[in-house]
T-cell receptor, first 116, second 113 residues
Framework: GAGVSQSPRYKVAKRGQDVALRCDPISGHVSLFWYQQALGQGPEFLTYFQNEAQLDKSGLPSDRFFAERPEGSVSTLKIQRTQQEDSAVYLC??????????????FGPGTRLTVL | AQSVAQPEDQVNVAEGNPLTVKCTYSVSGNPYLFWYVQYPNRGLQFLLKYITGDNLVKGSYGFEAEFNKSQTSFHLKKPSALVSDSALYFCAVRDEGFQKLVFGTGTRLLVSP
């Protein structure tokens, strides 16, 4: 079956540009997560949605980062006025059940963002 | 606060030998523990999880992990390594009451023929 998909797979932006990264979760998955993975590091949590509600955005590094999931399926992570330190792989993950803490998260292939 | 430590940046093992990738964790409540594998230019692939019950958890591709509460460890093991197991392995923990995963820094496994 189809997994989590992300687009674009690669994005190069000039410093100061705005970018939008898209995530299509597994159909029917209630929970959606965004993580940031810097080179040589483990993924770090950015934000979490349960359906269309953004329940945790404690990991967003600044107010330049904004995420939405208006219809409870596709999600977009937007970064305004990109900086070089934003260069990373952005991973999206989804899981199936409402507030089921033991369900594993399924990850997409990620979007590699390079800010010049 | 939740945290995970993977003390080894790289583990080298010969094909056919047993392998162990170490992980220790810290949480305030009951831990939910996960192992993921990452191949180059790919996303994270789920291997196995510990929620409750038996301390030895079996997962995909012949991997297993042993939960040790007293040592707060969740080491990944495989009885006989394959060259194709060479990849980056991440341990992750989810604290009770939270949804997010907290990952370790990863351990690169290199299996030589």
């Amino acid at each position: 079956g189809a997994g989590v998909s992300q687009s674009p797979r690669y994005k190069v932006a000039k410093r100061g540009q705005d970018v939008a990264l898209r995530c299509d979760p597994i159909s029917g998955h209630v929970s959606l997560f965004w993580y940031q993975q810097a080179l040589g590091q483990g993924p770090e949590f950015l934000t979490y949605f349960q359906n269309e509600a953004q329940l945790d955005k404690s990991g967003l590094p600044s107010d330049r980062f904004f995420a939405e999931r208006p219809e409870g399926s596709v999600s977009t992570l937007k970064i305004q006025r990109t900086q070089q330190e934003d260069s990373a792989v952005y991973l999206c993950a989804s899981s199936s059940t409402l507030a089921e803490e033991y369900n594993e998260q399924f990850f997409g292939p990620g979007t590699r963002l390079t800010v010049l | 606060a939740q945290s995970v430590a993977q003390p080894e940046d790289q583990v080298n093992v010969a094909e056919g030998n047993p392998l162990t990738v170490k992980c220790t964790y810290s949480v305030s409540g009951n831990p939910y523990l996960f192992w993921y594998v990452q191949y180059p230019n790919r996303g994270l692939q789920f291997l196995l999880k510990y929620i409750t019950g038996d301390n030895l958890v079996k997962g995909s591709y012949g991997f297993e992990a042993e939960f040790n509460k007293s040592q707060t460890s969740f080491h990944l093991k495989k009885p006989s390594a394959l060259v194709s197991d060479s990849a980056l392995y991440f341990c992750a923990v989810r604290d009770e009451g939270f949804q997010k995963l907290v990952f370790g820094t990863g351990t690169r496994l290199l299996v030589s023929p």
